[in-house]
């Protein structure tokens, strides 16, 4: 079974903070990482996605990826209030009838107050 | 700009009820996934299409079926509604990751319907 953990928080951060979440994978033949942000009530959109091993960064979010360790994360510099949302982790681990298949972490709810 | 419409926002059946949930998108994606998220339980596969008529099972296909007759349309079929089906599902679409070019070789940004809130009285 593949799996994607996650903490799932809620983090709690003041404005202006680095906040930092994580995501580990079991299948060490994944080759595709994403984030993607959740409001409440809303769907999920991608923010960030990560294939080769270190950094990525984008605006005020930076994607870390260590296929070693099996481990991704986003950190997002100078957070806001309108950042609280909870942020999925997905991995393409599984292949099935010619497509790669995401699977997603629990998510974890990050909360920015003022 | 993207868009992956399901058919209805809010639903309200009986148990034992038949019900179609209706996915369209308009970008010409082969991929199709439906997904339900339940508290706690995150987003869980219930089946995808990677292309018309193609279907594969996903992680809890239990209780549910799929028909993809054309490119656009993803249906998820509830033959027999029951309350633990009561969720939020949510429709997705993805261009064929295979021919995407891009950082790697399996790329593939999911976009995501505005969801369908079943509940199953």
């Known amino acids: 079974q593949k799996e994607v953990e996650q903490n799932s928080g809620p983090l709690s951060v003041p404005e202006g903070a680095i906040a930092s979440l994580n995501c580990t994978y079991s299948?060490?033949?994944?080759?595709?990482f994403f984030w993607y942000r959740q409001y409440s009530g809303k769907s999920p959109e991608l923010i960030m996605s990560?294939?080769?091993?270190g950094d990525k960064e984008d605006g005020r979010f930076t994607a870390q990826l260590n296929k070693a360790s099996q481990y991704v994360s986003l950190l997002i510099r100078d957070s806001q209030p309108s950042d609280s949302a909870t942020y999925l982790c997905?991995?393409?681990?599984?292949?099935?009838?010619?497509?790669?298949?995401?699977?997603f972490g629990r998510g974890t709810s990050l909360i920015v107050h003022p | 700009d993207v868009k992956v419409t399901q058919s209805s926002r809010y639903l309200v059946k009986r148990t034992g009820e038949k019900v179609f949930l209706e996915c369209v998108q308009d970008?010409?994606?082969?991929?199709m996934f439906w997904y339900r998220q339940d508290p706690g339980l995150g987003l869980r596969l219930i089946y995808f299409?990677?292309?018309?008529?193609?279907?594969e099972k996903g992680d809890i296909p239990e209780g549910y079926s799929v028909s993809r007759e054309k490119k656009e349309r993803f249906s998820l079929i509830l033959e027999s509604a029951s309350t633990n089906q009561t969720s939020m599902y949510l429709c997705?679409?993805?261009?064929?990751?295979?021919?995407?070019?891009?950082?790697?070789?399996?790329?593939?940004?999911?976009?995501f319907g505005e969801g369908s809130r079943l509940t199953v009285l």
């Open positions: 997705a679409s993805r261009l064929e990751t295979i021919r995407m070019s891009g950082e790697g070789p399996n790329t593939g940004e999911l976009f």
């Open positions: 990560i294939y080769s091993n």
């Open positions: 997905a991995v393409n681990e599984g292949w099935s009838g010619g497509s790669y298949i995401p699977t």
């Open positions: 299948d060490r033949g994944s080759q595709s």
């Open positions: 970008m010409d994606h082969e991929n």
């Open positions: 299409s990677y292309d018309v008529k193609m279907k």
